[in-house]
């Protein structure tokens, strides 16, 4: 079975990338040759998602535009937070209502490329194999801003938290709307759930080998610029 439905996470504000950020949205930034929101767009395409939803908030109309003028072959959502944002939770809630089998959600903060391809298919499997959300981990060794301190441990595919962590998230996870069910808020992070469901032990994980880039500041924008990455 494959994964026709994606989300990606697009109605950050990107303060920590001003004064870039202050007339482009973080998501149309872009390194080498194409931009954020077009790689994580390519990596779910090319997995086989047939609808994908976009959550907006700063600069929409300017995402909104872009994603007229690519003419995606796929059916797309635009998911409105121009008057509220919704947090990380909410967000993913409210864009995925209509989803009524897995779905993909991926943050394009990070720098997708095709080697993520097989990485995400292995993240599919597991999903399938356990029935449980899963999310693409990064041993925080091959985080290339060395800031970075962790979030979760991962053990036999096992998600856990604890007082040091050596795995970062990617930003990559695979849920269902289950995971929504004991929710009342409209806004919230997407930590309530993982934290639920890692008290149920029922979180999994598998591990990436890629090297991990992360816009999350205008220094790591310039030294990941500087390194004149191509596709």
């Known amino acids: ?3 026709k ?5 697009a109605a950050g504000l990107g303060k920590r990338m001003n004064p870039i950020t202050l007339k ?3 998501p149309l930034i872009k390194i080498g040759n194409k931009n954020l929101l077009e790689r994580a767009m390519e990596l779910l395409i090319g997995h086989g998602v047939k609808e994908i939803a976009i959550n907006v908030h700063h600069l929409a109309d300017q995402i909104k535009d872009f994603i007229n003028q690519k003419k995606y072959k796929v059916k797309i959502i ?3 937070e121009q008057n509220t944002l919704l947090d990380t939770g909410g967000g ?3 864009a995925t209502r209509s989803f009524k089998e897995p779905f993909v959600v991926i943050n394009p903060d990070t720098l997708w490329n095709k080697s993520y391809s097989n990485e995400l298919k292995v993240l599919e499997d597991l999903y399938f194999k356990q029935k449980k959300s899963c999310l693409l981990l990064v041993n925080k060794n091959l985080c ?4 970075f301190k962790g979030d979760f441990n991962l053990n036999t595919n096992i998600v856990s938290r604890d007082d040091s962590n050596e795995f970062i998230f ?15 808020d409209k806004i919230f992070s997407m930590n309530k759930i993982w934290d639920n469901l890692i008290k149920n032990k029922s979180l999994f994980g598998t591990q990436s080998k890629q090297k991990f880039y992360h816009l999350n500041t205008k220094e790591m924008y310039d030294k990941i610029s500087n390194l004149k990455i191509t596709d």
Do not use: A, E, R
Not at 144 to 147: E, G, K, N, Q, R
Not at 170 to 184: C, E, K
């Open 1 to 3: 079975m494959k994964i």
């Open 5 to 9: 439905h994606g989300m990606i996470l």
């Open 24 to 26: 482009n949205p973080k």
């Open 78 to 80: 635009i998911s409105d």
């Open 92 to 94: 993913v809630l409210q």
């Open 144 to 147: 290339f801003d060395s800031s």
């Open 170 to 184: 990617t930003g990559l996870q695979i849920l269902d709307q289950s995971v929504f069910n004991s929710i009342n």
